[in-house]
Nanobody
Framework: QVQLVESGGGLVQAGGSLRLSCAAS????????MAWYRQVPGKEREFVAA????????DYADSVKGRFTISRDNGKNSMYLQMISLKPEDTAVYYC????????????????WGRGTQVFVSS
């Protein structure tokens, strides 16, 4: 199995920046495609961005394209989400996921999940 732990969430003003991290451990963790999702109370989990195991291929939701950058460092078994120009509508719990396929955005595509980290953007 793969274990995932998110960190880096917090409270920022609109227009600010945050960098989320996901630390992965376990069997062949560096070989999994990975993704970020987010969720607010009363809504379904929403796709944010995905990255292939090699880091070559990425996929972004239209709502974050141009503002968020997904990356990974397989030597450190870590994945990152750099967020700039944050908006109040970005407020959510952000989850790290592994095991899915790039281009398949349904959350059911991913096998492993972290517990999430809270991002709150004030207006």
């Amino acid at each position: 199995q793969v274990q995932l732990v998110e960190s880096g969430g917090g409270l920022v003003q609109a227009g600010g920046s945050l960098r989320l991290s996901c630390a992965a451990s376990g069997r062949t963790s560096s070989m999994y495609n990975m993704a970020w999702y987010r969720q607010v109370p009363g809504k379904e989990r929403e796709f944010v961005a995905a990255i292939s195991w090699s880091g070559v291929t990425t996929d972004y939701a239209d709502s974050v394209k141009g503002r968020f950058t997904i990356s990974r460092d397989n030597g450190k078994n870590s994945m990152y989400l750099q967020m700039i120009s944050l908006k109040p509508e970005d407020t959510a719990v952000y989850y790290c996921a592994a095991g899915g396929r790039i281009g398949v955005r349904e959350s059911s595509s991913f096998t492993y999940w972290g517990r999430g980290t809270q991002v709150f953007v004030s207006s």
